[in-house]
């Protein structure tokens, strides 16, 4: 019996096409006519804006120590120049302000209350020569219109440092108004008065009148408007820069930094570009610390031993002028001017002058407090003698007139010796005398206050620019050895 050889040897591979093994696949073939669709085209890349690609080549710079040091170097570049900056807007705000405190606001200020007791005064002298009569001196006279002179020209002043469509504008407005009333109504006061007339005295009263509710509260609005401007110009020359403190402070935080991680890398103890940019915002820094301190400690003392003090003394000038003013017309009146207070009836001048006596004698004691040296305390001391002898000669003289007794009451009020016009002098004198003192403190401690910060706004600039610039140099020297 014949089998067929067994054998394990493996198939043959395949071969191509019609060769032999495993048979390929035919090729497919569409329907007639049929076109192959086209692929689409691949869609192109997004374009990159510009900042993209400069956000890329930064941070591609970053990655190398070259540039490193060049974001660094622009960074120490931009912090003190940001001091700089900021100093100096700082700095010269606060400057500002304080020349307005010494030149402006200030002076305005004492204007306004010139304004005021200009008027005051021009009323207590109208009256004392109403008082006189026939007699009047020329003094009194002279008095009179200097006065009146005085405050026109302080209302001039006023005018043209006034805000246009302010309330201060309208008050100036006013008082330009009245005061060529006032005036008219003094000059009929007199007229009658040489004549004999009584309606003289009627004419003077009416014009006490206009003065004291009309002239007199418009001229104190006037100053405490100006007052408030000069708080506000104090307000302005003193608070601390603390932006531009903390970016010095900051400046020198990254100074230091940048020094350190280059002593790190080169074990170079200094760096002379960045050492250079140290000094110079250390001392920026220091002058702007130290001149503000300089300038806040002069500007708080002429606050505390200038401005204070000529308030409480102005306010006392006025309440001597108004209490000479009221003893003036109670002579004027005779009992005319009644007020009821309490049940009990008073004559009304003599009413208000005891009021302008106590607000007198407690604003002498209050300027006495602050007043920091003897050339200070010496008029106010001596005023608070005069004050005490023309209450003693004002009771004499009250008590003279409500017995009856009108000519001694006229003698012992405007006589030519051992009056009450001599004490109201003397206190007047002593008063201006106190002003004057404290005028010249407030003006020498404003003015080293001021000049203490002068030039620190263009000298901080001008640092800033030197810091910057030797940062900056100090970096290339560091790059230069990467070339």
């Not at 301190?293 to 308030?311: C, E, F, K, Q, T």
């Not at 403190?441 to 080293?448: G, L, P």
Request: one cysteine or more; hydrophobic letters at 40%; charged letters at 20%.
């Amino acid at each position: 019996m014949t089998h067929p050889p067994k054998s394990s040897a493996a198939p043959p591979p395949a071969g191509p096409a019609g060769s032999a093994g495993i048979p390929a696949v035919p090729a497919q073939s569409g329907p007639p006519g049929a076109v192959a669709a086209a692929v689409p085209p691949a869609a192109p890349p997004a374009r990159r804006t510009a900042f993209a690609e400069g956000a890329e080549r930064v941070r591609a710079a970053a990655t190398t120590e070259p540039g490193r040091l060049r974001v660094i170097g622009a960074v120490l570049a931009l912090v003190v120049i940001a001091f700089g900056a900021v100093t100096a807007w700082q700095t010269s705000a606060r400057s500002a302000a304080a020349d307005d405190v010494l030149h402006r606001s200030q002076p305005l200020s004492s204007g306004a209350a010139g304004i005021y007791r200009s008027l005051a005064d021009a009323n207590t002298a109208a009256s004392s020569g109403f008082l006189a009569g026939g007699q009047e001196n020329a003094s009194s006279r002279d008095r009179y219109e200097k006065d009146i002179r005085t405050a026109a020209a302080g209302l001039v002043t006023a005018a043209a440092n006034a805000e246009p469509g302010s309330a201060s504008e309208t008050t100036i407005a006013g008082l330009n108004r009245l005061l060529p009333e006032y005036k008219g109504l003094i000059e009929r006061a007199r007229t009658y008065n040489r004549q004999g007339y009584p309606v003289g005295g009627a004419y003077l009263r009416y014009a006490n009148e206009k003065m004291q509710k009309e002239m007199l509260p418009a001229a104190e609005t006037l100053y405490t408007t100006e007052n408030r401007r000069l708080d506000a110009d104090y307000g302005d020359a003193r608070p601390y820069p603390w932006a531009a403190i903390a970016l010095g402070l900051l400046a020198l935080a990254v100074l230091g930094w940048a020094q350190h991680r280059m002593y790190r890398r080169t074990n170079r103890v200094l760096n002379h570009g960045l050492v250079a940019a140290s000094a110079v915002t250390a001392v920026a820094l220091l002058w702007l610390v130290v001149g503000h301190m300089v300038a806040r400690s002069g500007l708080d003392g002429s606050y505390d031993h200038g401005i204070r003090s000529l308030n409480v003394l102005h306010d006392a000038r006025i309440a001597s002028l108004k209490a000479r003013g009221n003893e003036n017309l109670s002579l004027v009146a005779r009992g005319a001017e009644t007020i009821t207070v309490d049940g009990k009836p008073y004559d009304a001048y003599y009413y208000d002058f005891d009021k302008d006596m106590a607000v007198l004698g407690k604003g002498l004691s209050e300027a006495a407090g602050l007043a920091d040296d003897q050339g200070g305390t010496a008029p106010v001391k001596a005023a608070e003698g005069n004050m005490a002898v023309w209450k003693q000669r004002h009771a004499s003289a009250r008590t003279e007139d409500e017995n009856g007794n009108y000519q001694q009451a006229l003698d012992q009020v405007i006589g030519a010796k051992g009056a009450t016009g001599e004490c109201f002098d003397s206190v007047d004198r002593n008063l201006a005398r106190a002003i004057g003192h404290e005028q010249d403190e407030f003006r020498q401690s404003a003015t080293d206050g001021r000049n203490a910060i002068t030039g620190l706004p263009v000298g901080a600039a001008v640092l800033a620019v030197l810091g910057a610039a030797g940062a900056v140099a100090g970096v290339g020297r560091r790059l230069s050895e990467y070339r």
